[in-house]
C-alpha cells in the first residue's frame, strides 16, 4: 500500500514515522513545494519517494492532507476532483467547520475523513518530526457518518494503529471547544512574548532573568505564524469569542491587583488552581 504525505511537516511527518514499525512493507510518498522540506524528509526516512500531487493522487490509497488550513481549503475541492473512486482523503487541520463544509459540496465527500490529531509541539517543518509524537494522543474525527464505512474503517485503522485515542465531534463543536483549549493558549502566548519583547530592549537581560515558568508559558511564542494566522483566521468567530473572554478576566485581574485586593486575587488563583485536578484526572483515563 501507498500513503501519500502532502506538506510535509511536524503532524505529517510523524504519522509516518509513527506507522513504519507496525507496517515496515508501507510505501510513504511525500509532496512538498520545498526542497528543503523534501531532502530532509527523504534523509529523515519519512518518505521514501517524492511526487507531484497528481501523482500522489492517483497512486496512493490514503492521502494524508498536512497543510496549513489555508492550503487545505484551497487544495482539498481539487484533489477531490482527481481523486479515483475508492481512494481515501484524511486532513490533519486545526480547524474543521470550513473545512468540513467546503468537503460537504463535494459529491466525493464519502472518500474525505476529516482529522485534527490533539498534538504538536512549538517546532515545525519534517525536522521536527518523530514517531513518538502521536502514541497515547487523542484524536478527533468529525462527521464520521458523512464518511464511506471504507475511507472511514481505513482512516480508523491506521489511526489506532499510530498509537490516537480516537474521539468523535461535530465540527462546530471541535471549533469552539478548540478556540478555548488549543487557539487561546497559542494568542496569549504570542501576546507574552511581544510584550515583554516591547518592554525589554535588553536579549540578553532576558535570557539571563527567564525562568522555566517564563518560558514554558511562552514556549508556544515559537510556533509558525504561517501555520497559526490562518487557524485564527478560519476560526475567527469562536477565538474572538474566547479572547474577549480571556481579556475580561485580565482586566478584573488587574483591577483587583490596583486596588490591592488581595482576596480577590486569592480567589481568582484557588479557582484556576483546579486546572490541575481536571488536568491530572484526564491523564490517569
Sequence with gaps: ???????????????????????????????????????VALAKGIVDEIVTLDIALQISELNVLATPVDAITGLLPYMLDHLPDGRT?????STKELICSLADTHPKRGQFVAVHPMAGTENSGPGAAFK?????????????????????????TFLRDAGMKI??????EHDLHL???????????????????????????????????????VRLAKSSPQMWAPIFDQNK???????????ELLKKFKEAIDNQDIDTSLNFMSRANEIGRILAGIEKK
Design 89 to 93: 482523503i484524511m486532513d490533519l487541520g
Design 237 to 247: 468567530i469562536n477565538v474572538s469569542k474566547a479572547l474577549g473572554d480571556y481579556i
Design 167 to 172: 474521539h468523535y465531534m461535530k465540527p462546530v
Design 132 to 156: 513518538e509524537l502521536l502514541p497515547g494522543k487523542n484524536v478527533i474525527i468529525c462527521d464520521k457518518e458523512k464518511s464511506n464505512a471504507d475511507s472511514l474503517a481505513l482512516v480508523e
Design 1 to 39: 500500500m501507498i500513503i501519500s504525505i502532502i506538506g510535509i511537516g511536524l503532524l505529517g511527518g510523524s504519522f509516518a514515522l509513527s506507522l513504519r514499525e507496525k507496517y515496515p512493507n508501507l510505501k510513504f510518498v511525500g509532496v512538498d513545494n520545498s526542497s528543503v522540506n523534501q531532502k
Design 179 to 217: 478556540a478555548y483549549v488549543s487557539h487561546l493558549s497559542h494568542i496569549s502566548s504570542f501576546a507574552l512574548g511581544l510584550t515583554v519583547l516591547d518592554k525589554e530592549q535588553d536579549e540578553r537581560a532576558i535570557f539571563d532573568m527567564a525562568s522555566t515558568g517564563f518560558s514554558s508559558t
